[in-house]
């Protein structure tokens, strides 16, 4: 057993010995699902510029509490590039803080390539997406066995996205597919009618989780029919995560390769015929 004192120092060991500006992802809210290695560069960081009221307050109060905090919203990309580059060519340490993972919906690259433009090297430090953290508060996995093979992450159509880009349908539709749905908060009804035309199972499951991981998390389930009368009901227009398919439920999957004949009390010949199973066609 690892004894707490041989574990790294976050401000030491496990940073990378990287130059430039960390693009690190801050988690779904709650501190704790914070990595050890975005910690430990919060800890280093003399300025922090996150992504407002995205990031749990209670994160920013406990890790970022030492360092300059400037929030980034209703700030474009002259005043941000400028502010984070001045600061790095001063010494100072500089980390983006964005909510969840970066590289989901995170518009960070745009950032990225400003800042390597002006010669500021940055880089990507990932954290755990809403998708995540969704899936840990419905009980569920967002793959499973003969029920979902496959997971979408994609957003409605709106001012980003036209409607010939919505593939929301087509993944719900595939059947095996868990959809789920980023910055659809306020466009769950329109989302929903749009399955409906397009000839969805009405039964369908749908949660919408709202502050996934946050300390006012709550959970709303339905199905494709009727879970917009609840989202509106309870008025949330912002800050949920849609996850449709049956893997929202948890159940009617078959049982893995992986564990062979154990779960079933079956012998040890059924576990070793089924690891052989699993070493040829890759079941994990």
Request: glycine residues 10%.
């Amino acid at each position: 057993m690892t004894d707490a004192d041989d574990l790294p120092e976050p401000a030491t060991e496990v940073l990378e010995d990287r130059e430039g500006i960390p693009f690190a992802g801050a988690g779904p809210g709650d501190p704790g699902l914070l990595t050890v290695r975005g910690r430990a560069l919060l800890a280093d960081a003399d300025l922090v510029v996150h992504a407002g009221s995205l990031v749990n307050s209670e994160l920013l109060d406990a890790f970022c509490d030492h360092a300059e905090q400037v929030n980034s919203v209703g700030k474009d990309l002259e005043e941000l590039v400028p502010l984070m580059r001045d600061a790095y060519e001063e010494g100072r340490t500089v980390v983006r803080l964005h909510s969840g993972d970066p590289s989901i919906y995170g518009a960070a690259l745009e950032q990225m390539d400003a800042l390597e433009s002006e010669g500021v090297p940055t880089y990507f430090v990932p954290g755990v997406t809403s998708a995540f953290a969704a899936s840990a508060t419905l009980d569920t996995q967002l793959t499973l066995n003969e029920v979902a093979n496959h997971v979408a992450f994609t957003r409605p159509q709106g001012k980003t996205l036209s409607p010939e880009e919505d593939h929301i349908s087509e993944f719900v539709r595939m059947g095996d597919v868990t959809t789920c749905i980023y910055l659809g908060t306020h466009a769950v009804r329109e989302t929903m009618d749009r399955l409906l035309e397009d000839g969805v199972d009405p039964d369908t499951p749908v949660a919408v989780v709202y502050h996934a991981s946050w300390p006012d998390e709550d959970v709303i389930r339905g199905t494709v029919a009727d879970v917009a009368d609840a989202v509106e009901e309870a008025g949330y227009r912002a800050s949920a995560l849609v996850v449709i398919g049956e893997a929202v439920t948890g159940g009617g999957y078959e049982r893995s390769y992986l564990y062979g004949d154990w779960a079933n009390g079956g012998s040890d010949d059924g576990g070793e015929a089924d690891r052989d199973a699993e070493a040829a066609e890759g079941d994990d």
